[in-house]
Every structure is written in structure tokens, then in C-alpha cells.
DNA sequence: AAATAATGTAAAGTTTGCTTGACATTATAA
DNA sequence: TTATAATGTCAAGCAAACTTTACATTATTT
């Protein structure tokens, strides 16, 4: 599974230690996510779609 | 995190057997969710969106 | 160039999603 | 009413998501 994280952490000139400390997870498991390392469970892929004031979709492409 | 996924699976008349199968997972996961005993993995609320022709946010509701 | 900030990565541990197998309960059909 | 289908639930186990700690590498300042 895709996704733009980077993009729009990007677009807000955020660092992943901010954007995990607003999401409320680690720095960690930001970057892995960022990097395609694993995906998000549904309720942290819900708070970084809230967040950046999208939808889901919008953030990650699903892949079979 | 509520869902209406009980609601979709009624409205096609699948049991949670059939709906298990179309989704690849075991019957208890249908059951498990339908319950809200958890939530699934971000792929399969893709797949089961696909599934019903419908987004994420039109199954899930997600609160805090 | 040196200091600092940001990112990448790894190991070990906890929690959550999901599995199989088994059995109990409830609904539907014969 | 008896059989069968559907649903609920539990236990044990595996895998994925996430944690903390720690350190290496790459950018960015000063």
C-alpha cells in the first residue's frame, strides 16, 4: 500500500517527531509507515486523515 | 470505532460465512468486527469497502 | 568545519488483528 | 418438532502494528 504522507507532512513543513507527537504515536512508526514498512492500523490511518483534513483514500492507495 | 457492516452484509443477504470468503478472512474476524470487538487492519477495511462499493468512512465511524 | 536537527535502522518487548478448532446458542426450514 | 443453518464465543497460537532504547547516517545551521 501506498501512501503520501511525506507529501503533505511535507506541505506543513513538519518534522516526523512533530507529526507523531500530533498523531500520538512514535517517531518510529511514522518513518516506517513513510517508508512503506508496514501500514497504519484503521483508527491511526482515521487520526492522520483527520488530521490533515482528508479522507483515507486520499492518504493511502490500497494494493492488493 | 462503530460500523455498519452487519447492515451492508443484511442488505445482500450474505451470511457471515459467505461474506468471510469473498473477503479472504475467517468467519470469526466478520464476526469479531460486526461486533466491534476490534477493528480491522487498514487492507481489509479497503477490501471490504471495494467489497460494497462504498469508502472507508461510509462503513467506519471513528471516535477518539 | 563543527554543531545540531532530522532521518534511518535495529533489537526486544507488548498489544492487537487474525487463524484454526471446537462447542454452545439462536434462528430458519423440513 | 427435529434437523440444519447461522451466529456467538473461547482458547491457543501466529503475525502485524507499535513501543522504547539506542546508535548511525544525512541534512541543515552556525
Given amino acids: 500500500m501506498k501512501n503520501v504522507l511525506k507529501v503533505l507532512r511535507a506541505r506543513n513543513d513538519w ?10 504515536v512514535s517517531r518510529q512508526t511514522i518513518n516506517a509507515i513513510e517508508r512503506g514498512k508496514y501500514d497504519p492500523s484503521l483508527p491511526l490511518a482515521f487520526k492522520i486523515a483527520r488530521l490533515f483534513g482528508t479522507s ?8 492488493e
Fill in 15 to 24: 518534522s516526523q517527531e512533530v507529526l507523531s507527537n500530533k498523531l500520538g
Fill in 56 to 63: 483515507i483514500e486520499d492518504i493511502f492507495e490500497f494494493s
